[in-house]
């Protein structure tokens, strides 16, 4: 296969309209830049999926008319102002009825109840752990029996409360060196807590996990929280 490469990087490239898309270019990006700032919101550390799908449509309104000849920058403003009117509606409905923003934004989610994970009957296989455990190793936490309730926001944050020193039980490890050694045969007796769930049992012998029906153990932990 032969790739016309001046054809993919110039494509008949007009140099005089270089100047032109730098233009354009800072014209588009101050518009987005009014437009966001104009949105009310302070910060994207952490969109809602509601507010991914404003942006995107943002950046596809903004981006053609930066390096398109053909297009002209005010639809694209047109668009913008339709996008920024629809946002500050939703955001206003929403404001008002609980239930149309649960639509929009989702609801939160436990994710630890009592220092063990929630059993999700549905949607749970689009959580996922290995995201879960960074999110705590983030927050300094060493195992599950640290955390007393975990709450998934809507914007994608983890809300942790922790149990005091004293109440700190046993738990699954999130730290990936004793995580790893988890294992379906258990050799010596001693408090083990089950990979899917969470639950801590004293355990002398393979068996099922009581709560979540699952097989696979790891040794717990019960270290204090350092903060
Ligand atoms: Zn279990």
């Known amino acids: 296969m032969s790739i016309d490469w001046e054809n993919l990087f110039l494509n008949g490239l007009d140099f005089s ?3 032109e898309i730098a233009l354009r270019t800072l014209i588009m ?3 987005v830049l009014v437009l966001l ?3 009310g ?3 994207v550390r952490q969109l809602s999926i509601f507010e991914v799908a404003i942006i995107i449509a943002l950046g596809s309104a903004a981006g053609d008319p930066m390096m398109n000849k053909d297009f002209a920058i005010l639809p694209s403003l047109i668009v913008f102002a339709v996008i920024l009117g629809f946002y500050r509606l939703l955001t206003y409905v929403a404001s008002k009825s609980e239930k149309f923003e649960m639509v929009l934004e989702g609801e939160p989610m436990y994710i ?3 220092g063990q994970f929630t059993l999700q009957e549905e949607g749970a296989d689009t959580f996922a752990k290995d995201e879960f455990f960074a999110e705590m190793r983030v927050m300094s936490i060493e ?3 640290q955390v007393k309730t975990a709450v998934l926001e809507t914007n994608g944050q983890v809300s942790f409360f922790f149990y005091e020193d004293k109440d700190v039980r046993p738990g699954l490890p999130v730290l990936p060196k004793p995580y790893q050694k988890k294992s379906q045969e258990i050799h010596e007796a001693g408090d083990y807590a089950c990979t899917h ?3 801590v049992l004293h355990l002398s012998a393979a068996q099922y996990c009581p ?3 699952k097989t696979e153990w790891v040794r717990a932990i019960d270290t204090p929280r350092i903060t």
Do not use: A, N, W, Y
Request: hydrophobic content about 30%; some cysteine.
């Open 17 to 19: 309209f270089i100047t």
């Open 29 to 31: 990006f101050l518009f």
């Open 37 to 39: 700032r104009s949105s």
């Open 41 to 43: 919101k302070k910060g």
């Open 112 to 114: 630890i109840e009592d």
């Open 143 to 145: 195992h599950v029996g």
């Open 197 to 199: 769930c969470g639950k």
């Open 211 to 213: 709560r979540c029906k």
